[in-house]
């Protein structure tokens, strides 16, 4: 069988044609390098990689929860799909998340994604396990029982190999040395730094871990960045429904507002959470208290983060120092600190 490709939004899809109904039904049986998906008939002139199409969810009022595989970040996601007589499987559907990490996430092992059992009790000891939300190996404490142990692990170190760095994917890969890749500009992501950088002109590329932007390099691998008020504002994952999310610019040091979806980037529902997580440290001005003591006859602003506005305020004083939350107008109020984000096409 020889493989096709063929371009659909931006996104590389694999189609492979077939010489024989029979052959190919049988052939995936044994193929594991690639995740495909063949129909219980094999009537289909061709076999898609799910796995590498957006879901089609359809715009109907009856609607219904199940899951898909997000090719831009490498991780199954729940969302709204319309109700039809049945799904094809050759849409990128899943009935369950088990379903969807199982067929799409073939590199990690399964219970990788399993909750760990036994856990505390008399005598127990620390153990590890691989939050695959977070993606972090983190201790629990363990005690010896009757349930089998799934994603339980003796060291951090043991959990990271087996789980950690599996769900890396092309995330986790290096690079060449001593070859020549032109005048390309390639991006990699760096999991050791958890920074994505440029690969010199002396370094190639392994297994998919290059990008030509910054924000393609984040948009895949930015799950694995804990410190996520690095990263550049975007939406990392599909969007079937947007509404305005907050993201820390770390070039303005302001928490500014976009259209987007809940992900697991540079993203909060609130500005409070975005402020209070990304700029609480730096006592930024709008997460102090307001500055004013005393009622007066002098009108100034403060920004209010429960509401996320600027409120005007009669104050004994005038004085507007300028590092503290006070402002002298509600322009000034609102530029500061309910800034709207303005769209870069790339971020370094």
């Given at each position: 069988m020889s493989p096709t490709f063929f371009i659909s939004g931006g996104q590389s899809h694999l189609v492979?044609?077939?010489?024989?109904?029979?052959?190919?039904?049988?052939?995936?049986?044994?193929?594991?390098?690639?995740?495909?998906?063949?129909?219980?008939?094999?009537?289909?002139?061709?076999?898609?990689?799910?796995?590498?199409?957006?879901?089609?969810?359809?715009?109907?009022?009856?609607?219904?929860?199940?899951?898909?595989?997000?090719?831009?970040?490498?991780?199954?996601?729940?969302?709204?799909?319309?109700?039809?007589?049945?799904?094809?499987?050759?849409?990128?559907?899943?009935?369950?998340?088990?379903?969807?990490?199982?067929?799409?996430?073939?590199g990690v092992p399964n219970q990788c994604f399993d909750d760990p059992r036994n856990l505390g009790g008399k005598n127990d000891i620390e153990k590890w396990t691989y939050n695959y939300t977070s993606t972090q190996c983190v201790p629990f404490r363990w005690a010896k029982g009757?349930?089998?142990?799934?994603?339980?692990?003796?060291?951090?170190?043991?959990?990271?190999?087996?789980?950690?760095?599996?769900?890396?994917?092309?995330?986790?890969?290096?690079?060449?040395?001593?070859?020549?890749?032109?005048?390309?500009?390639?991006?990699?992501?760096?999991?050791?730094?958890?920074?994505?950088e440029i690969l010199q002109p002396d370094e190639c590329p392994i297994h998919g871990n290059a990008f030509y932007t910054f924000r393609a390099c984040y948009q895949r691998c930015g799950r694995f960045v804990e410190d996520k008020c690095k990263l550049p504002i975007q939406n990392m994952s599909f969007c079937t429904e947007f509404e305005y999310r907050y993201g820390y610019n770390t070039k303005t040091e302001k928490c500014e507002k976009f259209w987007g979806c809940e992900d697991s980037g540079n993203n909060f529902h609130t500005a409070k959470a975005c402020w209070e997580t990304c700029a609480k440290k730096s006592r930024h001005r709008c997460v102090q208290d307001p500055d004013y003591r005393f009622f007066g006859f002098v009108n100034k602003y403060y920004y209010d983060i429960d509401s996320h506005s600027c409120v005007s305020k009669y104050m004994f004083r005038g004085y507007v120092p300028g590092d503290s939350n006070i402002f002298n107008t509600q322009k000034d109020c609102e530029a500061t600190c309910m800034a709207t984000y303005q769209h870069e096409d790339d971020w370094l």
């Open positions: 492979v044609r077939k010489p024989s109904h029979r052959q190919v039904c049988e052939g995936f049986k044994s193929e594991s390098y690639l995740l495909r998906s063949c129909s219980g008939s094999c009537q289909s002139d061709t076999v898609v990689d799910v796995c590498s199409l957006d879901p089609v969810t359809g715009s109907g009022y009856d609607r219904h929860d199940a899951w898909f595989y997000d090719w831009r970040t490498g991780v199954c996601l729940e969302t709204k799909f319309e109700y039809v007589d049945e799904y094809s499987d050759e849409q990128n559907y899943f009935a369950s998340e088990e379903q969807c990490n199982s067929k799409c996430r073939r009757r349930w089998p142990d799934k994603n339980t692990f003796t060291s951090k170190e043991q959990c990271i190999q087996t789980c950690r760095i599996p769900d890396l994917g092309i995330c986790g890969y290096g690079f060449h040395n001593e070859c020549k890749h032109g005048d390309d500009l390639y991006i990699r992501y760096n999991y050791q730094k958890q920074i994505c």
